[in-house]
């Protein structure tokens, strides 16, 4: 294999890998909060890939993100406050079975929504060519979403490290009792870093249907898998 293939495989894997960040981040960012080990959060990334898909369509492309990713945020929001809010103290066992339920829930309303097929994503206008890297093409999106994670990144540092709300987010994750005889409103604190986490999946869903299909399974088993060994991690 010459360098220049090497190069573009390393390319190609850190342009998924910027999709699937702000997946891992939404992951983190609410189990970190809440402790609750979120196996719907996958549901979630697929949910944003075909309501980007559906919308794509209707609305162009890159007026499909931002909807997508609102729309997947606003599920997040109606998880927390009707399951989640009432399971935070529950046994361990029963908050995997409620978010593992949700995993069903979400997927058999996609298969009455959009049907059993995958469904193939549109290309991003002004990003559908490529450009030439080591003598050899390489697609512009792709260099996007390159971009696109380590931009997320630093704007989520921002938000944590400068804002209010970012410093009470840290301070519940170091501490939740402390932070709630402090004052802190725990309840709706849970419920804004819910729906920031399940807005990051939407987003990282939306993001990824320039590069992959949008299907039922397309990575909820590698969510699976993920958190499976995280929550095995932490025994």
């Known amino acids: 294999m010459t360098s220049s293939a090497v190069l573009l495989q390393f390319l190609n894997g850190l342009a998924g890998a910027s ?12 189990f970190g909060v809440t402790r609750i080990v979120n196996f719907a959060h996958g549901s979630l990334y697929m949910l ?9 369509g209707r609305v162009g492309f890159w007026i499909a993100l931002p909807l997508a990713t609102v ?7 109606c ?21 593992f339920a949700l995993v069903l829930i979400v997927r058999d309303f996609a ?37 696109a994670g380590p931009a997320v990144f630093a704007a989520m540092h921002l938000f944590l490290t400068r804002t209010r709300w970012g410093i009470l987010v840290r301070a519940a994750t170091q501490d939740r ?9 725990q309840r709706w604190l849970f419920t804004g870093v819910f729906t920031l986490g399940a807005a990051l999946a939407g987003l990282g869903g939306a993001l990824a249907i320039p590069r ?24």
């Open 111 to 147: 298969l009455w929504a959009w049907g059993p097929e995958d469904l193939l994503g549109p290309r991003a206008p002004g990003f559908a060519g490529a450009v030439e890297i080591a003598g050899r093409p390489f697609p512009q999106y792709d260099l996007l979403l390159i971009l």
């Open 48 to 56: 944003g890939m075909y309501l980007a898909v559906w919308l794509s």
């Open 71 to 77: 729309a997947v945020a606003a599920v997040g929001t």
């Open 177 to 185: 009792e402390m932070a709630g005889a402090l004052g802190v409103n």
């Open 212 to 235: 992959e299909r949008a299907s039922l399974g397309a990575r909820i088993g590698m969510f699976f898998s993920n958190i499976k060994t995280g929550y095995r991690s932490l025994q």
């Open 79 to 99: 998880i927390e406050i009707s399951l989640l809010r009432r399971i935070y103290r529950a046994p361990e066992l029963l908050q995997l079975l409620a978010t």
């Open 19 to 30: 999709s699937l960040f702000l997946v891992a981040a939404g992951l983190s960012l609410i």
